[in-house]
């Protein structure tokens, strides 16, 4: 049994799979604030979607920059308590037994639609995740680029001296406007809820000023977008690629929405062992 661990800014998924290509159980819970207590959820979600078997690998993707060379985790969005410390910080008190494995969410998010989802049939898919932050990675031929060790689209900069982002502390980041939480800010209401296409289609020129800077510096064949406001897609869609079709530069790559919607992560984290158990062998 393998398990693969989404921990999200607003809630932590948790899930098995007896062969790392489908997923048998999963259970979803908000995340706390409280680290031992998040902890202590994990725990509980894990002996639950085992349903008793014995777990050989678990894969965890976690929101924030980790140093894979040390092992440490450099800068969390959330616990900063862990912030300098090694992985098995997080592991004390909370799995025990199996080996585990530590990546970025929205980089396992990638690899998943890169190796079976949205992004399968490209070489170069960039992907990008609109949930309460926003994230992404550049996945080259099936593989986590081990170069992209501090890889946040989400903090780059579209709005010269625009709206403050409080993680990065920058003004004008593209998670300042495209994140679930800089959407209620901004309008007064959750994405999920919102149908109105005025409102979508100034989403969407924020948008395609992050996904041009991306083209320009990935070179991507596809934009994969995950995360929890992929299930407004189809409203931001058409203006979107009528913002990105306004520069003649570079050629657009195919701009897909998620296969795997908020459970990418999930896909991500067993291909993910998948790759290391075939290297181990």
């Given at each position: 049994?393998?398990v693969?661990i989404?921990?999200?800014k ?33 725990r509980?979600?894990?002996?639950k ?23 440490t985790?450099?800068k ?15 592991v ?6 199996p ?31 609109l ?33 403050d ?9 593209l ?35 992050g ?19 992929s ?14 079709g ?6 657009l ?16 984290g067993?291909s993910?062992?998948?790759?290391v ?5």
């Amino acid at each position: 049994m393998y398990v693969s661990i989404d921990l999200g800014k607003s809630n932590t998924r948790v899930a098995s799979s007896k062969d790392l290509k489908i997923i048998d159980k999963v259970e979803k819970f908000p995340t706390f604030k409280d680290l031992a207590a998040e902890k202590s959820a994990i725990r509980e979600a894990i002996y639950k979607v085992a349903n008793a078997e014995a777990v050989k690998f678990v894969c965890v993707g976690m929101p924030g920059i980790l140093n894979k060379m040390s092992g440490t985790f450099y800068k969390m969005a959330i616990y900063e308590e862990l912030n300098g410390l090694p992985y098995d910080a997080f592991v004390q008190d909370c799995i025990k037994g199996p080996q585990v494995l530590f990546e970025n969410d929205a980089y396992l998010g990638g690899y998943g639609e890169a190796v079976a989802g949205s992004g399968k049939e490209f070489n170069v898919v960039a992907y990008l995740t609109l949930s309460s932050g926003v994230g992404g990675v550049r996945i080259p031929f099936k593989e986590i680029d081990p170069s992209f060790y501090f890889s946040e689209p989400g903090h780059q900069i579209i709005v010269e001296n625009g709206l403050d982002d409080p993680v990065c502390g920058q003004k004008g980041c593209l998670q300042a406007y495209c994140s679930g939480t800089a959407f209620e800010s901004i309008y007064h209401m959750k994405p999920e809820d919102c149908s109105d296409e005025k409102t979508w289609d100034e989403f969407s020129v924020h948008l395609a000023s992050g996904i041009i800077n991306i083209i320009s510096m990935w070179a991507p064949e596809i934009v994969v977008i995950g995360g929890g406001l992929s299930q407004k897609f189809d409203f931001y869609y058409p203006g979107l690629i009528e913002n990105l079709g306004k520069q003649s530069f570079f050629p657009l790559p195919e701009i897909r929405k998620a296969a795997f919607g908020d459970e990418s992560g999930l896909h991500g984290g067993f291909s993910y062992i998948n790759k290391v158990i075939g290297k181990s062998l």
